[in-house]
């Protein structure tokens, strides 16, 4: 198959199904590069971008908003503020631990990206399978 056919069918299921499952897959990676103590020159773009974007994104998806613009931009203040609150959470109880918080943060995407994977069906239309 050339690159001038495409299958629909395959590329309407990335559109939705392909961002959430990109999403998912950087929290293990994010955890990996701490948990394996990675280079500090390796490490630290990746779990940043991660700790900036990704929770809020995941949160912010599940409001459908039209504008790509808008997500992005109230996802990354929805990470921000995630953030946050993992951390005064943590040293609240006393528990201060940033692997520990990167962790929690992946565990908040992984639960808000999930019914984003479930699969939907079409709408019916109006008056259809009423039985009148």
Known sequence: MNQTTRDPG?????????????????????LALVAFDAPAELRTVPVLAYIVVVPGLAGVRLLALADRRDELLLGIGLSLALGVLVAQVMIYMDAWSPAGGLAALVVLASLALAPQLVPRRAPRPAGAGDGS
Do not use: E, H
């Open 10 to 30: 395959r590329m309407r299921w990335w559109r939705w199904y392909g961002p959430p499952l990109s999403l998912l897959m950087c929290g293990p990676a994010a």
